[in-house]
């Protein structure tokens, strides 16, 4: 069983930027895509990005396309997540999963798809 532990969280300004990271621990983090997810109070959690085993493939919701970059570290046996211009509407609860497979799911980046998540990280932006 893949444990996952996110870090990186916190308060930030409007405009600012973060990085998360996530440590996991089991030898399957390296044949796995890794994905963030995020919750903010009221809603339902929605995807934000997805990485590939390799990562050779990344994917991005729209809403962060070009503001946030996914990367891997297979030594390291972690996965960041770079965020850039963040705006209040960023501000969430910041989920790392392990997905199923090695790359995208034919049906997506969908939740079901991923089989272990962490305990999550709070970004709050303020404006």
């Known amino acids: 069983q893949v444990q996952l532990v996110e870090s990186g969280g916190g308060l930030v300004q409007a405009g600012g930027s973060l990085r998360l990271s996530c440590r996991a621990s089991?030898?399957?983090?390296?044949?796995?895509?890794m994905g963030w997810f995020r919750q903010a109070p009221g809603k339902e959690r929605e995807f934000v990005s997805a990485?590939?085993?390799?990562?050779?493939?990344?994917d991005y919701a729209d809403s962060v396309k070009g503001r946030f970059t996914i990367s891997r570290d297979n030594v390291q046996n972690t996965v960041y997540l770079q965020m850039n211009s963040l705006t209040p509407e960023d501000t969430a609860v910041y989920y790392c999963?392990?997905?199923?497979?090695?790359?995208?799911?034919?049906?997506?980046?969908?939740?079901?798809?991923?089989?272990?998540w962490g305990q999550g990280t709070q970004l709050t932006v303020s404006s």
């Open positions: 999963a392990r997905a199923r497979g090695p790359t995208r799911h034919p049906a997506g980046w969908d939740s079901v798809n991923f089989g272990s």
């Open positions: 089991g030898p399957t983090f390296r044949i796995s895509a």
């Open positions: 990485i590939t085993w390799n990562g050779a493939g990344t």
